[in-house]
């Protein structure tokens, strides 16, 4: 079954908290992504990773960092949180980085920072 | 920058009835960009709809149809009659010389039975 799982699916953390949210996938993909989307706006790109320990910033990069250990593990760190990365959060995986490859989306990550 | 703009943010469609769901692009690499719609359905992620890499040719799925219109620089999905368990978000998006995908703003379609 291929699949792409996020966990948590909900958060909530106070401002200055450290966040971490993980990535799994069972596909072997090479290339992964985290992405968040906010109200009116598309899915921003924030970090993607072409394979283990090698990443590369997206478009919104600031206040992020990841870390991809395993071929199939991707996290993304939140150090001292800010009330303006509330925001749904999702990772996505793909076979490689070419043009018109298939990208499977995890369900989501809605986090909250109070 | 490549761009992709959804004018509608929300669409409500009868059940039955059709719809069209706008999408335009800005692509700035010679010879591309990839045309995708992708559907995320409640409490799930995003999932590929459809894709057409080539200006001209059509793609399809789930009755659902896309145009890659090279001229008019747009990719408006389209479906003849609704069900209500076509209610999602739709986004379109492409892929430029990049390699990497840009999204639209979404468009909730909302169907009522």
């Known amino acids: 079954d291929m699949k792409v799982t996020q966990m948590p699916r909900y958060l909530i953390k106070r401002m200055g908290e450290n966040v971490l949210l993980e990535c799994g996938q069972d596909?072997?993909?090479?290339?992964m992504y985290w992405y968040r989307q906010d109200p009116g706006l598309g899915l921003q790109l924030i970090y993607i990773?072409?394979?283990?320990?090698?990443?590369s910033e997206g478009d919104i990069p600031k206040g992020y960092r990841v870390s991809r250990k395993k071929r199939e593990h991707f996290s993304l760190i939140l150090d001292s949180a800010k009330t303006n990365q509330t925001s749904v959060y999702f990772c996505?995986?793909?076979?490689?980085?070419?043009?018109?490859?298939?990208?499977?989306f995890g369900k989501g990550t809605r986090l909250t920072v109070v | 920058g490549d761009s992709v703009t959804q004018t509608e943010g929300q669409v409500t469609v009868s059940e039955s009835k059709s719809l069209i769901i706008n999408c335009t692009y800005s692509a700035t690499s010679i010879g591309y960009p990839n045309l995708f719609w992708y559907v995320r359905y409640p409490g799930e992620g995003l999932q590929l709809l459809l894709k057409?890499?080539?200006?001209?040719q059509k793609g399809s799925s789930r009755g659902f149809e896309a145009t890659y219109n090279k001229e008019a620089t747009s990719f408006h999905l389209q479906k003849a009659s609704v069900q209500e368990s076509d209610s999602a978000v739709y986004y379109c998006?492409?892929?430029?010389?990049?390699?990497?995908?840009?999204f639209g703003q979404g468009t909730v379609l909302s169907v009522i039975p």
């Open positions: 998006a492409l892929t430029g010389g990049n390699n990497k995908l840009t």
């Open positions: 996505a995986s793909s076979l490689s980085l070419t043009g018109n490859t298939e990208v499977f």
């Open positions: 596909m072997s993909h090479e290339t």
């Open positions: 057409v890499i080539t200006a001209g």
């Open positions: 990773s072409y394979d283990v320990d090698s990443n």
